[in-house]
Nanobody, 124 residues
């Protein structure tokens, strides 16, 4: 499968962006899709994930209540709606897919297919 992440850009603090992760080559059926982000000098960290078949979602505490991950069956795409953005949300955002178990849904090593990343910059 190939993953294409898009939707990043420059936004002011308090604004919103919607990222998309589209799959080609196969559907997301049976997989989990995660969003991770990496700021300069930092480790790649978990943001949110969703199980394609069940819709069960997981969020990092830092984004809970501000970000929403959702599925689009018609487009075979996962969306990450980001609202109330803060400067500390600035990072390259990556989507990934894999088959983690529940206890590993937030671990990047549980995902083995990664997209190329899209840059989100939040200005203060």
């Amino acid at each position: 499968v190939q993953l294409q992440a898009s939707g990043g850009g420059l936004v002011q603090a308090g604004g919103s962006l919607r990222l998309s992760c589209a799959a080609s080559g196969r559907t997301f059926s049976g997989y989990a899709i995660g969003w991770f982000r990496q700021a300069p000098g930092n480790e790649r960290e978990f943001v949110a994930s969703v199980r394609w078949n069940t819709g069960q979602t997981y969020y990092a505490e830092a984004v809970k209540g501000r970000f929403t991950i959702s599925r689009d069956f018609a487009e075979n795409t996962v969306w990450l709606q980001m609202s109330s953005l803060k400067p500390e949300d600035t990072a390259v955002y990556y989507c990934a897919t894999g088959r983690p178990i529940q206890s590993t849904m937030r671990l990047k090593d549980s995902y083995n297919q990664w997209g190329q990343g899209t840059l989100v910059t939040v200005s203060s």
